[in-house]
Every structure is written in structure tokens, then in C-alpha cells.
Nanobody, 121 residues
Framework: QVQLVESGGGLVQPGGSLRLSCVASGSIVSINSMGWFRQAPGKERELVAQVTSRGSTNYADSLKGRFTISRDNAKNTVDLQMNSLKPEDTAVYYC???????????????WGQGTQVTVSS
């Protein structure tokens, strides 16, 4: 089993910053991609950003320039630095990891429990 634990959410004023962190633990041979998704009330879950084990990144077009994803392969962690936050960034943010749990085994998707980010004055 693999567990993803997020931290760093909270309430912030418009224009402020937050940093989310996620650590993966458990039965891990390798982690391909790690990333963040978000889901606002009444909306579908959407990609925020992803990073591969080699450091290649992929961002939602609307978030480029404000959000930065980073990863520490040795610690199995992924962070999301969010700047210039807007009310429309309010959502539950979920950590995601594509993990191989045994040698030559399949890659499986795992999710964290989610952390609330609220941008409001």
C-alpha cells in the first residue's frame, strides 16, 4: 500500500501565497509522475501541475506563471508553490502519484485525502 499525505492548505487573501506539500510512503519501488489536481465545488477535478521523475513539468495553461511544482525524488515529496492567488483558485487540492510498488509490477495511481485552499478576503 502507498499513502500520500498533503499539508499546507488554508485560508489566504487574494494576491497571497501558499505552499502545498505531499509525501508518499509505503510500498514504493519507483514513482513515475507526481502532481497536484484540484476540485472546486460543483466542478470536475482538474490538473494543476505534474512533474516526472526526470523533472519534466506540465501545468494547466491558466496557471502557468503563478504556480510552480517541485519534487524531491530522494524524499518522495512533491511541493506546489502558489503565488498571486485568486478567489477562483479556491478548491480542494489533491496530491497524485503514479507508483510502482513491486519490481516489474504495474504502475498504479494513488491519491491523497485532499487539502482545502480558500482564497478570500
Amino acid at each position: 500500500q502507498v499513502q500520500l499525505v498533503e499539508s499546507g492548505g488554508g485560508l489566504v487573501q487574494p494576491g497571497g501565497s501558499l505552499r502545498l506539500s505531499c509525501v508518499a510512503s509505503g510500498s514504493i519501488v519507483s514513482i513515475n509522475s507526481m502532481g497536484w489536481f484540484r476540485q472546486a465545488p460543483g466542478k470536475e477535478r482538474e490538473l494543476v501541475a505534474q512533474v516526472t521523475s526526470r523533472g519534466s513539468t506540465n501545468y494547466a495553461d491558466s496557471l502557468k506563471g503563478r504556480f510552480t511544482i517541485s519534487r524531491d525524488n530522494a524524499k518522495n515529496t512533491v511541493d506546489l508553490q502558489m503565488n498571486s492567488l485568486k478567489p477562483e483558485d479556491t478548491a480542494v487540492y489533491y496530491c497524485n502519484a503514479a507508483v510502482t510498488s513491486r519490481w516489474y509490477g504495474p504502475i498504479q495511481d494513488y491519491w491523497g485525502q485532499g487539502t482545502q485552499v480558500t482564497v478570500s478576503s
